[in-house]
Nanobody, 122 residues
Framework: VQLQASGGGLAQAGGSLRLSCVASGRTFSDHGMGWFRQAPGKEREFVAA???????YYADSVKGRFTMSRDTAKNTVYLQINSLKPEDTAVYYC?????????????????WGQGTQVTVSS
């Protein structure tokens, strides 16, 4: 089972990025998925999650700017990031939950991708 995240890069504040995470090795259509991020010197933090039925949940810090979605046919989840801020700079990780519902707890996620770097310049 592998999760491959991509789409990160360098962007200016106020700009947008779209992260993708492709799952291979098995289908995750009946599992919740999530995005976490880790900034230098900080702990990994929850960003967004989506259930098997596409119910979403966001951290307060990203609500209204981030949108998570999934394409079950492509076994892919996305994170649309708008109105980027310098404090969004981090490595972003996608993860597959052990459960079908939305969860924000790292230990509820059994599979993790390698991360994609997002750097926002002011």
């Amino acid at each position: 089972v592998q999760l491959q995240a991509s789409g990160g890069g360098l962007a200016q504040a106020g700009g947008s990025l779209r992260l993708s995470c492709v799952a291979s090795g098995r289908t995750f259509s009946d599992h919740g998925m999530g995005w976490f991020r880790q900034a230098p010197g900080k702990e990994r933090e929850f960003v967004a999650a989506i259930s098997w039925s596409a119910t979403t949940y966001y951290a307060d810090s990203v609500k209204g700017r981030f949108t998570m979605s999934r394409d079950t046919a492509k076994n892919t989840v996305y994170l649309q990031i708008n109105s980027l801020k310098p404090e969004d700079t981090a490595v972003y990780y996608c993860a597959a939950s052990k459960y079908s519902t939305v969860t924000t707890l790292p230990f509820d996620f059994g599979s993790w991708g390698q991360g994609t770097q997002v750097t926002v310049s002011s």
